[in-house]
């Protein structure tokens, strides 16, 4: 069932990154009825993770947007920061829920 569900809801709020062990908020796949595909979970995240480093609340977001290289894919504060990182994982499989 698609649907809005209390306790998954807190069930994913924050837990530990699964990919470098901090902890991290929303930072689950979609539930399996919310998307049509295979979902690639970024591992490159957390760089500048607020569970770790709080006073990275204080820098503009803004700061953290790096165009992709190469070497590795285009991020934003929701992955840096390792908060929300479900719009981060969002854009990145272009799937915007």
């Known amino acids: 069932k698609a649907g809005w ?8 709020a924050v837990y530990p990154d699964v990919h470098f062990g901090e902890t991290c908020s929303l930072c689950n796949p ?6 049509d595909r295979k979902y690639t979970m970024r591992t490159d995240c957390g ?4 569970n770790k480093h709080p006073l990275m609340a204080l820098v503009p977001i803004h700061k953290f947007n ?3 290289t190469a070497a590795k894919p285009e991020t934003n504060a929701w992955c840096e920061l390792n908060a929300q990182k479900i719009c981060a994982d969002g854009i990145y499989n272009k799937d915007f829920l």
Not at 5 to 12: D, K, Q, S, Y
Not at 47 to 50: C, V
């Open 5 to 12: 569900n209390f306790f998954r809801t807190l069930e994913n």
């Open 30 to 35: 979609p539930f399996p009825e919310r998307t």
């Open 47 to 50: 760089n500048h993770s607020l």
């Open 66 to 68: 790096r165009k992709a």
